[in-house]
């Protein structure tokens, strides 16, 4: 069990430089091919902190542990609200001037409902995956036409996060040298059955262990060490930004990243094979629900950030130190759900 876990802390390390140094030479080559530095950092804000998902996801796919990709893709948004924006607003209070994060987060809100609908039946099949996938493009051209209406400071601050070297040689090298670390860290943080390393057998390595060390499902496996160990260099980086005074980048982070998450990480494992859904029994009537508590968890901790983006578009630090608390809260209720 402790080669386990410190296999998968090694692992998480190597996504967080991985994932930093693809997204460096991401931005460096789009800016040398000329994508401005606005839409550049555009594209980033929504993709960069979800790139440690997106690797962990794509690796326990293919190699058939679809429940814990689905896990993490879930417990990852709402570890976005909870814990990345609590810590950073009971750090330091955060002002929201990026007036286009509150349609954004009526996207969420609609997208979660949409995979709580479409997966009724119990699977969300290729053709609702495509679909996802595609109103994530809509979203993404909405959110750049819209960001031209937006503050000349909100403008600056986007196009600021994507400054970086554009040399070509050295973009080149992040990101290839960023792909490597990534692929060999996602290996190390999913392990399990048939996952090899050069050559050096991880089936009883990373999350899959962990998580049969701990009796957990594969879906709590990848609601809470995974999502929670994905998201701690995300935790790091929006305390940084909140103390800078960069609220706008802090929000649009969660927000950005949580419809990735649900439109295309979602989306994307569904568009690839048809994605069997977890049925949840609930209520009097013992009603199935997919992914019930998990999804109806993530649901609510959205619609918390409502009264922020249509009141005084502002987290305190006390409602920073609240939504820690619900996302404490909602860890111990998914660990007594699981017997623990």
Known sequence: MLTAIGLFVLGLVLLALGGDS?????????????LSAFATGLVLVAFATSLPELAVNLTAILHGQDEL??????????????L??????????IVVRWRALSALLLVLVLGTVAVLGLGADGTLSRIEGCVLLLVFVAVFFFALARGRRESDEVRAQIALYAQTSTMLAQNLIRFVLGAALVWAGSLLVVGGEGVHLFGMDLSTAGAAAIGKGMGLSPVLTGLLPVAIGTALPEVAAAIAAA???????????????????????????????ALA???????PGRFALPLGYELLGALA?????????????????GEGGFLLVAYGLWIAFEWLLAGK
């Open 277 to 283: 859904l977890p049925m949840t029994l609930m209520g």
């Open 69 to 82: 990709a689905l896990g993490n893709a879930v417990g990852s948004n709402v570890a976005n609200i909870g």
């Open 301 to 317: 901790f959205a619609l918390m950030l409502y009264p922020v983006l249509r009141g005084d578009l502002r987290v305190s630090k």
């Open 243 to 273: 103390r800078r005074g960069q609220g706008d980048m802090v929000m649009g982070h969660v927000i950005g990243a949580s419809v990735f998450n649900i439109l295309v990480i979602v989306g994307g494992m569904a568009a690839y094979h």
């Open 22 to 34: 693809i997204v460096k030479g991401a931005a460096g080559l789009a800016q040398r091919f000329g």
């Open 84 to 93: 990345t924006l609590g810590a950073a607003a009971f750090a330091a209070p």
